[in-house]
């Protein structure tokens, strides 16, 4: 899969822009940006993105929200958390609750470009 859709989730404008430069540089055709976990799940129902990068820590509904309502719904979409927190306690509960990977603040391009990989060798 070459062409994809991604969705970004993250309080910080800032970090969605700086993913967004990354994703663009990986392929990505389109990024969705949600300020908070209630606009990440309008848009992913909405968009129906192939991806999403989600923020643990967000205003209202965190990461792990839209996490566990997107399994509890059903929906496809690889998920990927994202925290500047690498407790290993996030990354062991969202890898436990179904994420696909987890990516820590700040962006490395070489763990965003792996987690591509991964996302497309699962997709291919």
């Not at 967004?20 to 990024?31: F, N, P």
């Not at 059903?74 to 994420?99: P, Q």
Request: hydrophobic share 45%; glycine share 6%; net charge neutral.
């Amino acid at each position: 899969m070459s062409n994809f859709t991604a969705l970004v989730a993250d309080d910080v404008r800032k970090m969605r822009d700086v993913l967004a430069m990354a994703l663009e540089q990986c392929g990505c055709t389109r990024t969705l940006m949600a300020r908070d976990g209630e606009e990440a799940l309008e848009k992913i129902a909405l968009f129906k993105p192939d991806i999403a990068f989600l923020d643990i820590e967000m205003p209202g509904k965190t990461g792990l929200d839209v996490l566990d309502q997107l399994r509890a719904e059903n929906v496809d979409v690889f998920t990927v958390m994202v925290s500047g927190h690498s407790k290993m306690e996030n990354v062991t509960t969202a890898l436990r609750k179904g994420a696909k990977g987890f990516v820590v603040k700040p962006y490395s391009m070489q763990r965003v470009h792996a987690i591509i990989e991964k996302f497309k060798a699962e997709n291919s």
